[in-house]
């Protein structure tokens, strides 16, 4: 079990550090004004609408806004501390992973209702947020189940050694 737990906090610590890189330079485009970005920035994204056919970067509607400031506002600062968390052992970390996995799965769910019900996405696009989804779901279980023995004794207090008296 120690083996599947480091492979999953591996993965996830690559997913957080992904997210921490590319949510405030890449998906902050949405919802903030364009000249705050590098024009290489900006390309990059306009390449990624055309090329996967992404019509809510595109288009912007206001419930994928929405949900983009609650990326940048929520899950940004939580994918950072999870970064931070894995990387040094702490045990909040399955807190963490626990809020992150939970409002990023809502999140997927209402973006991929929209995919698929509108039926305007193609594979390509489905197949670049399903990812995401999964990785949602695999946030959520790692905050769920306890992975160390150090999250077990979470909370709990050494108890003090009292003196002997003579």
């Not at 999953?8 to 690559?14: E, P, S, Y």
């Not at 390449?47 to 509607?61: F, H, I, L, R, T």
């Not at 970390?93 to 209702?113: D, E, K």
Request: aromatic fraction near 12%.
């Amino acid at each position: 079990m120690g083996a599947l737990c480091k492979l999953v906090d591996a993965t996830l610590f690559i997913f957080f550090l992904f997210i921490a890189i590319v949510a405030p330079l890449i998906d902050g485009q949405t919802c903030l004004p364009h000249h705050l970005f590098p024009s290489f920035l900006v390309e990059l994204k306009s390449w990624y609408a055309q090329d996967y056919g992404d019509y809510m970067v595109s288009e912007k509607p206001h419930f994928f806004v929405g949900i983009v400031w609650l990326e940048l506002v929520f899950q940004w600062p939580l994918a950072v501390a999870c970064v931070y968390g894995i990387a040094a052992g702490k045990s909040w970390v399955s807190t963490a992973c626990l809020m992150y996995g939970a409002s990023t799965l809502t999140s997927m769910v209402a973006i991929l209702s929209e995919l698929s019900m509108s039926n305007r996405a193609s594979e390509k696009l489905l197949m670049m947020y399903y990812p995401f989804l999964g990785l949602a779901v695999l946030a959520l279980l790692r905050g769920v189940l306890a992975c160390s023995g150090k999250n077990a004794s979470a909370g709990k207090r050494p108890v003090p050694h009292r003196k002997k008296k003579a």
